[in-house]
C-alpha cells in the first residue's frame, strides 16, 4: 500500500549461506532459550519508493527498515520493488523512471552496510538484495523487455499495481473484474517464465492471477504473490481466495505474508496475533514450503502492534513458536522458501 509521491530524487533451512554469525541470541518468550530467530528475506520492502519518491533515505528508511538494525533483527536478504507512483507523469509510470530509480538504488546500496549489490552472490554478514517491479506495463509490448530487466537485477515481476494497465486488471477498483491479462500480459508472463523472472500476482485481480496461473502452467514456471494475506480471514480484495493460494502453491511459487493492517484484519489495527493467524491459514492451505515474509514495510502501511518495524522479527518468531509451528516450519516461511525462488541455482539453498 502506498501513498501518493513527490517528484524522484536524484540521481537452518537457509542453509549456510545466510548464517549470520552476527546476530546474537535474543531472549524469546515462547521459544526454546536456545532458540535463535531464522534470517528473513523479506520479499518486499518499499525501499526505493521511499528513497525516490518520499524523500527519504536507504539507511533509515521511514523508520521501519534502518539498516544499522538489519543484522541484529536477523534480516539476511531483501527484495526491493522499483515501484513508480501513477502520478508520475500524465501517462503515468514509464521506462525512464524505472530506470531512474533502479540507478538511484545501485547507486545508494553500495554506500549503506550491510546492503550487497542485486545477485545471490554476498559475503557473510551482508544483507543480499533483489529487484522486483510492482506495476510492469512499462513494458508492455517489448518481447526483450523481461530477459533485458532479468540481466539488470530483477528477479519478480509485478505486472498491476493499483489501476488496471496494459498488462493486467487491478484488484483495486469498484465492481468485479471479469477480464484478467490482456494479449500482452500473456505475452509478458511466457516472457518473464523463459528469461527466469517469476510473476508476481499481488495487487492483481482474481481473474488476473487465474490467467497468470494458467500461463505459468504452460511454462511450468512458478507464480508468486509477494505481498498478499489469506481471504478467509479478511476479505479485502487485495488478498486471495483458498483456491488461488492453492494455485500458486500447486506451481511451486509462495505467498508471502503482508504487514499491513487493513489486509490483516477488519478490527482496526492489527496486532502480531493476526499474522500468526494468517501464517497458519496460509500454511493449512498451502503447506510450509509455499508461505514466506512479504512485510510491505516502507510503503506506507500501517503495520501490527508488536511489529512495527524490522525489531519485531524475533517477536514474530516466539509468537509462530508459541502457536505450535516448528522451528524448522518458521525457518522456511522467514527464508528458506523465499531464498529458494530467488536463488534456485544455490548448491547451499535446499530444494524443498
Known amino acids: 500500500m502506498k501513498g501518493r509521491g513527490a ?12 548464517a549470520l554469525a552476527a546476530l546474537a541470541p535474543l531472549p524469546l518468550s515462547g521459544a526454546s532459550a536456545r532458540e535463535v530467530s531464522p534470517p528473513v528475506v523479506d520479499l518486499h520492502v518499499d525501499l526505493s519508493y521511499r528513497v525516490n519518491y518520499q524523500g527519504g533515505t536507504l539507511a533509515q528508511g521511514s ?4 539498516a544499522a538494525e538489519l543484522v541484529a533483527a536477523g534480516v539476511a536478504g531483501v527484495v526491493l520493488p522499483l515501484f513508480i507512483p501513477h502520478d508520475v507523469s500524465p501517462s503515468g509510470p514509464r521506462l525512464e523512471d524505472l530506470e531512474r530509480s533502479r540507478a538511484r538504488m545501485l547507486e545508494l546500496i553500495p554506500t549503506v552496510p550491510p546492503y550487497a549489490l542485486p545477485g545471490c552472490a554476498a559475503k557473510d554478514g551482508a544483507v543480499r ?3 522486483s517491479l510492482e506495476g510492469a506495463a512499462p513494458l508492455a509490448g517489448d518481447r526483450s523487455a523481461a530477459r533485458t530487466w532479468v540481466e539488470r537485477g530483477v528477479r519478480l515481476f509485478g505486472l498491476v499495481h493499483t489501476k488496471d494497465n496494459a498488462l493486467a486488471t487491478s484488484s483495486s477498483g469498484p465492481g468485479p473484474k471479469t477480464a484478467g491479462l ?19 500476482v499481488s495487487h492483481a ?4 492471477v487465474a490467467d497468470v496461473l494458467a500461463e505459468a502452467a504452460k511454462d511450468g514456471a512458478p507464480v508468486v504473490a509477494t505481498h498478499s494475506d489469506a481471504r478467509a480471514l479478511d476479505p479485502h480484495p487485495r488478498n486471495l481466495s483458498d483456491e488461488l493460494i492453492r494455485g500458486i502453491a500447486r506451481s511451486g511459487g509462495v505467498v508471502g505474508v503482508n504487514f499491513h493492517s487493513r489486509f490483516l484484519s477488519q478490527r482496526g489495527r492489527a496486532t502480531i496475533d493476526d499474522v500468526v493467524r494468517h501464517v497458519e491459514h496460509l500454511v493449512r492451505v498451502a503447506g510450509a514450503e509455499h508461505v514466506a515474509i512479504g512485510s510491505d514495510f516502507e510503503g506506507d502501511i500501517e503495520p501490527p502492534v508488536g511489529l512495527a518495524s524490522v525489531r519485531g522479527f524475533p517477536r514474530l518468531f516466539a509468537a509462530l513458536r508459541r502457536a505450535g509451528m516448528s522451528s524448522g516450519d518458521v525457518a522456511r ?4 522458501n523465499a531464498l529458494r525462488l530467488l536463488c534456485p541455482g544455490d548448491p547451499a539453498v535446499p530444494k524443498k
Open 129 to 131: 538484495t533483489w529487484f
Open 63 to 66: 523508520g521501519q527498515y534502518p
Open 333 to 336: 516461511v522467514f527464508g528458506g
Open 205 to 208: 485481480s482474481d481473474a488476473a
Open 7 to 18: 517528484a524522484p530524487a536524484s540521481g537452518a533451512y537457509v542453509g549456510a549461506a545466510l
Open 182 to 200: 490482456t494479449a500482452a500480459g500473456r505475452d509478458l508472463v511466457h516472457d518473464v517464465d523463459r528469461a527466469g523472472g517469476i510473476v508476481d
